[in-house]
């Protein structure tokens, strides 16, 4: 792998300060990411991190000096995923014992990894969920960075434990980047019998708002044009912080609101809601204000009261049912999104077809479906029994996928002829198309400008899109994305 020139500005004696030149050899990193969106952005987080410190993204982990795995447990498959990777990487860890090895995200989780590190020896660090800290330290203490290196990861490691970074997006995607997403609320103190984030990423904790305001300004000056608050229940966003304490207004609402006003975004998001925290004053922002997309992600998880109350969701099917008509009420266009679990222990055939009842009644416009997989820890595990085969599972997964395609392609046939705006996110090789999304949410492939007697494709490519609100006339609609033509030629 390469080597470069590496300046490090030792100052010696009087005012001139001296330069010493040495040849030092390039430093790569590889971050393997699983998991949801707050993955997402620890891992691109980290990629910032070592970039500041003069690490090279490599997409080969043969060729990385220092290997990231960042790891969801949400379900038994990403979790397999996540231990064969590590078994996998062993031997390379074994012919390069310098190199550096970490595990981090839900798999660690916020406990101590006593027993991860007695599982996995090879594995050098074992790093919480949003909080690479320990990672700076040991590449400084174990000799893995310059002087002036380590005085960058000193500093980082100290904002960081002010709740502050200054590294969020990688300079390698500075620029080429349109989505982001920031996390405000980390962990959550809701209780639902089948979830085993509670006991990963620990309690709700919400971030400063200041430090969040800080970072959407540098990533708007970074070229983001469209950012995602996170959190496990984003509308508790501020409920621990006592700038809100006596405040009537969802806290919430008082961040994108300040958001809003950061020039340089075009559209604002943010996920995932749960029913007992959606407010009117929070809905009707959402209508209020322009750059916030009308399109909320709040799961129902199940159809069935009884199913829910075991869940210990904290709602029945009516309120669900209810908060439903009054988004709809609210906010004028609105798309709306859930999660569904199916085979949940003890989830008889009326329950699920009460699931399928509900789903045909509200016509939803997005259903993250999965199969119930039993979590170490969880209530329910402890609880219940898992009676359901996977194969049952799967034929629940497969009914509720079915008829919400079948739901969808009627939901979208409506967007045929129509002309709508896309954000470009980015260009699609294979199908040498440009791709965005609606404000609702809808995925949309658009050609790229004819361009006679040239390849569509290489055409097309040329006239960087990438970040643009494009109007896009669809010509085809099917249940998962729709596909046009700009409607300018
Ligand atoms: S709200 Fe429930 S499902 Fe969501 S992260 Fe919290 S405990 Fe898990």
Known sequence: MGEKIAIDRIPVCGRIPHFNYKVVKQMYYHIWTIGCQMNVADSQRVAAGLERLGYTPTDRAEDADVMILNTCVVRQQPEDKATNRLNQLRSMKERYPERVLGLMGCMVGVKDPAPLRERFPWVDLFLP???????????????????????????????????????????????????????????????????VIPYRRGAERSRPMSAIIAEAHQLAAQ??????????IVDRYGYDLPEFGRSSETPLVALLREIHAIEGFKRIRFLTSHPNWMRDDLLDAVAELPKVCPHIEVPVQAGDDEVLTRMRRGYTVDDYRKLVARIRERIPGVSIATDIIVGFPGETKAQFDNTCDLLKELRLDKAHIARYSARPQTVATRRFDDNLSHEEKE????????????????????????????????????????????????????????????????AGRDTNRLGHIVPVHIEWAGPWSLVGKPAEE
């Not at 995607?173 to 997403?181: F, P």
């Not at 070229?223 to 496990?232: A, E, K, Y």
């Open 129 to 195: 969920p949003s909080d690479p800290t320990e990672l700076w330290s040991h590449l400084a203490e174990n000799g893995k960075l310059s002087e002036a290196q380590t005085l960058i990861a000193d500093a980082e490691a100290r904002r960081l434990a002010l709740g502050r970074t200054d590294t969020i997006l990688p300079a390698s995607e500075q620029g080429h980047v349109v989505n982001a997403y920031l996390p405000i609320v980390l962990g959550c103190s809701h209780a639902c019998t089948y979830c």
């Open 223 to 232: 070229g983001v044009r469209q950012l995602t608050l996170l959190g496990q």
């Open 395 to 458: 034929r629940r997964r497969k009914a509720l996928d079915n008829l919400q395609s079948d739901i969808l392609t009627e939901i979208n046939a409506r967007y045929l002829d129509e002309t709508v705006d896309i954000l470009v996110e980015g260009w699609h090789a294979r199908r040498k198309r440009w791709f965005g999304r609606t404000t609702t949410d809808r995925l949309v492939f658009f050609d790229p400008v004819q361009d006679s007697g040239r390849d569509p494709g290489e």
